[in-house]
Nanobody
Framework: QVQLVESGGGLVQAGGSLRLSCAAS????????MGWFRQAPGKEREFAAAISWSGGSTYYADSVKGRFTISRDNAKNTVYLQMNSLKPEDTAVYYCAAVPTYYSGNYYYQSRFYEYWGQGTQVTVSS
């Protein structure tokens, strides 16, 4: 079992930045790849970014590439999402999730392969 708790959401103006954190507890954090997904009102949850267990590989949705950076600190059992140049369309609830390491590459883009999910943190970008 892995427990995930997100923090760092809030209200920011367009063009601003936020850093989300996801703290993990329970089973070995480094046994999992980690992802960030987001869900806007009235829309389906979508992939934003993911990182392999070692941090050596990262994956981004086209909509956030060049603006968001995912990273992890296995010593602190924490994954981060640095979000820069925020746009109103980035407004959503952001969820972190853990995917077993036997999945890799393209599996990271699909939410159904993630085993554990946090409760989400709200990000609101005003225009």
């Amino acid at each position: 079992q892995v427990q995930l708790v997100e923090s760092g959401g809030g209200l920011v103006q367009a063009g601003g930045s936020l850093r989300l954190s996801c703290a993990a507890s329970g089973r070995t954090f480094s046994s999992y790849g980690m992802g960030w997904f987001r869900q806007a009102p009235g829309k389906e949850r979508e992939f934003a970014a993911a990182i392999s267990w070692s941090g050596g590989s990262t994956y981004y949705a086209d909509s956030v590439k060049g603006r968001f950076t995912i990273s992890r600190d296995n010593a602190k059992n924490t994954v981060y999402l640095q979000m820069n140049s925020l746009k109103p369309e980035d407004t959503a609830v952001y969820y972190c999730a853990a995917v077993p390491t036997y999945y890799s590459g393209n599996y990271y883009y699909q939410s159904r392969f993630y085993e554990y999910w946090g409760q989400g943190t709200q990000v609101t970008v005003s225009s």
